[in-house]
């Protein structure tokens, strides 16, 4: 339908494999960061009407558990969208 996205991406290890370049050339504004900063969640939520969330790990790790990404991290996303009056948050 032609909506403008935004898509918010840790990036890549080997940037020969990734798809930011990709991304961008079809018109997706990319941001490279972490969901967990503060400074990337509202340069992410700025201007949006829709967030689809498909945020998610297969395994912990000392960087990442699941109740920190998947319950605490949710409810901040959820604040925020309440914060930016986002219409839609699809989980």
């Known amino acids: 339908a032609d ?8 990036g890549s ?11 961008r050339h079809k018109g997706v504004d990319v941001i ?5 900063n503060p400074d990337v969640q509202r340069k992410a939520f700025a201007g949006v009407v829709a967030v689809v969330n498909v945020l ?3 395994k912990e ?3 990442n558990d699941f109740e920190e990404l998947h319950v605490d991290l949710v409810k901040n996303l959820l604040e ?12």
Do not use: C
């Open 80 to 91: 925020l969208s309440a914060e930016f009056k986002v219409q839609r948050f699809i989980h």
């Open 56 to 58: 998610g790990i297969m």
């Open 13 to 23: 290890a080997d940037w020969q494999d990734s798809n930011v370049s990709t991304l």
């Open 3 to 10: 909506y403008p996205m935004r898509v918010v991406t840790r």
């Open 61 to 63: 790790s000392e960087e």
């Open 32 to 36: 490279i960061g972490d969901i967990k």
